[in-house]
């Protein structure tokens, strides 16, 4: 073997390796359980921040209107402006709903660069309560989450409280490959962040945080120009020495169907912002690419293929009998480590998503590692994002810029 085998080798190793940590992390987290005591009913102020609307969102937003909790829930959804689509699915929830406190909100303030801040700064002032609930649009939650979220906060050194969430309507092929980044890859890559310190970041679909908590931070105002605001409001938050809670209920996202396109600048967008957050975890992060090492290491193999019986080369060889051709060990190796990684994943969707049908094929994982290297090097060679639409411009620690 010569040094280049070898230095392929030892990152194949390695990337299976910490794939297994990432792994046996997820095994041991207590994913989907429910609290045996779901009484703690503090009062909770929803902030809904919206823009547009598809076929999903209806069901979305209704799903916060059914969950079993005792306590008191006020729901603010916050649009930027009152011709939003979005308005007349709200209005003929509030209609269906009569009695609940819901109110409809237009936000037209700008305030800062982030305009889901924006929103959330201008509901705040018309929160009631004390426990301050934060949702993305495209998300529906089973009808005990609340009651398994608010339970965390029993510990008073509790202050936020975040979950995982699963893309759950992947329809079509460019979106089965971002499920296997989001409900295989992304939940165990937190967790083996989480077993070896404290989480001190929060996850964005669904966090529910104490006001007071917020208030040290300086309030969503504090947050009005960052890309990575969920990220940024969990960090600042533990800075101040409070804990973070992982709630083992598991939320949805559901999308509208997106395109190779879509899908593409929806995980760049993601790499940037994690980038920006974590710079340098996240350039090592590529050795933990379980499909690209070992294909590297299986192509370094291919000039040592010899079908000279009884003969070992420099590349050595496991020997068939009778044919008398050799098949690298190298080869036999990378292609069980490239296996190993195809199963590993499939396990990790099987469990995270009950629903067999949105589990993606297991063909789609070597071609999600690879286009992800391709996102890594993109994550580093440029500072714009789309979201919502827009394309901003951040600078390198997260900020945004402008907005064109």
């Not at 009651?147 to 050194?157: S, Y």
């Not at 690298?328 to 396990?347: E, K, T, Y």
């Amino acid at each position: 073997m010569n040094s280049l085998n070898a230095i392929f080798a030892a990152l194949a190793l390695l990337s299976l390796a910490l794939v297994l940590w990432q792994w046996l992390a997820a095994r041991r987290f207590p994913l989907h359980r429910r609290v045996a005591d779901p009484s703690f009913a503090s009062a909770v102020t929803l902030l809904k921040p919206l823009k547009g609307c598809d076929e999903t969102t209806a069901a979305s937003l209704q799903s916060w209107f059914h969950q079993n909790y005792p306590g008191p829930v006020q729901i603010l959804f916050g649009v930027a402006e009152a011709n939003d689509p979005v308005c007349k699915i709200v209005g003929g929830l509030i209609e269906q709903n009569p009695g609940r406190d819901i109110q409809l909100v237009i936000c037209g303030e700008t305030l800062g660069t982030n305009g889901k801040i924006s929103t959330l700064l201008q509901l705040e002032r018309l929160a009631k309560y004390e426990l301050i609930l934060v949702s993305d649009a495209d998300v529906r939650v089973p009808l005990d989450f609340l009651a398994n979220a608010a339970a965390f906060l029993r510990d008073e050194q509790t202050a936020l409280v975040n979950c995982f969430y699963r893309l759950a309507n992947p329809v079509t092929t460019a979106m089965r490959w971002e499920a296997i980044a989001i409900n295989a890859d992304f939940w165990s890559q937190v967790l083996q962040a989480a077993s070896l310190k404290p989480l001190d970041f929060a996850l964005g679909a669904a966090i529910l945080v104490r006001r007071q908590a917020l208030a040290q931070i300086g309030g969503f105002k504090s947050l009005a120009n960052c890309l990575a605001d969920d990220y940024q409001l969990g960090h600042r938050i533990a800075e101040k020495g409070h804990r973070i809670a992982l709630c083992p209920v598991v939320i949805e996202c559901w999308d509208a169907p997106m395109n190779w396109r879509d899908v593409w600048h929806h995980q760049l967008r993601w790499a940037r912002t994690i980038r920006s957050c974590q710079p340098l975890p996240y350039f090592f992060s590529i050795l933990a690419n379980a499909t690209f090492w070992p294909l590297l290491w299986l192509i370094s193999e291919l000039p040592g293929l010899s079908v000279k019986t009884g003969q070992i080369t420099d590349y050595g060889f496991f020997q068939t009998s009778g044919s008398g051709v050799g098949i690298p060990c190298g080869m036999m190796v990378a292609i069980a480590l490239l296996l190993i990684r195809m199963v590993l994943v499939q396990n990790l969707q099987r469990r995270f998503t009950p629903d067999r049908k949105l589990v993606s094929p297991f063909w789609l994982v070597p071609v999600k590692d690879l286009l992800q290297v391709a996102l890594w090097f993109g994550a580093f060679t440029g500072n714009t994002v789309e979201w919502r639409g827009q394309r901003m411009k951040m600078s390198g620690d997260g900020t945004l810029l402008e907005t064109k």
